[in-house]
Every structure is written in structure tokens, then in C-alpha cells.
């Protein structure tokens, strides 16, 4: 069954925003860490953010200053805001909880471009 799903990518001009969301049916998401990943096409899959159960964040270099990762435990939601998008920012964009079972959304597109 499908435990993390992602929302929110789109289609927007460079300098524009968007926001994703990853929601999960794992009953003790509270308890782990919550990722956002990206993998542009002919590119490795990157880590983008990370959130801690006690809210500490961590960003990529590429992304930290533009975007902001943050958890809501009682919706068991994880979101992205994506702000001052580039053309470099296109990619499909996956939320992950490594623990207990390494699950995976199923990726959300999100193309920054004229």
C-alpha cells in the first residue's frame, strides 16, 4: 500500500514559488525524521531538506536561504516551500521517511521555466 504521497508540483516561471506536500498513513510519523528529495532528468537523486522530529532542519547548499521544510505531526503531513525558484530547481521532487521501512512517495513534477 502506498505510504507517502506528494502534491503541489507544477509548472512556474523563474523567480515564483510553489509548495509541496508529502502526507503518510505510517501511524508513527512523529517519531522519524522526513526528507524531501529531487532527481533532475540525466542527474543523481539529491537530498534537498530534512526535518528532525524536533524541528531541526537541515538544506542543501544549493537550496538553503530560498526554501523552508516543516512537519504538522497531527495531519502527518510534511510540506516544501519553494520560493525564488531557478531552472536548476526543475526536477520530480519525492518525499522519503528512511525509518521504520524506508518508504518513498511516488515523486511530484515541478518545471521552473519562460
Known amino acids: 500500500q502506498v505510504q507517502l504521497v506528494e502534491s503541489g508540483g507544477g509548472l512556474v516561471q523563474p523567480g515564483g514559488s510553489l509548495r509541496l506536500s508529502c502526507v503518510t498513513s505510517?501511524?508513527?510519523?512523529?517519531?522519524?525524521?522526513m526528507r524531501w528529495y529531487r532527481q533532475a532528468p540525466g542527474k543523481e537523486r539529491e537530498l534537498v531538506a530534512a526535518i528532525t522530529t524536533s524541528g531541526t532542519t537541515n538544506y542543501a547548499d544549493s537550496v538553503k536561504g530560498r526554501f523552508t521544510i516543516s512537519r504538522d505531526n497531527a495531519k502527518k503531513m510534511v510540506n516544501l516551500q519553494m520560493n525564488s525558484l531557478k531552472p536548476e530547481d526543475t526536477a520530480v521532487y519525492y518525499c522519503?521517511?528512511?525509518?521504520?521501512?524506508?518508504?518513498w512517495g511516488q515523486g511530484t513534477q515541478v518545471t521552473v521555466s519562460s
Open positions: 505510517v501511524f508513527t510519523f512523529s517519531s522519524y525524521t
Open positions: 522519503n521517511m528512511a525509518r521504520p521501512r524506508n518508504y
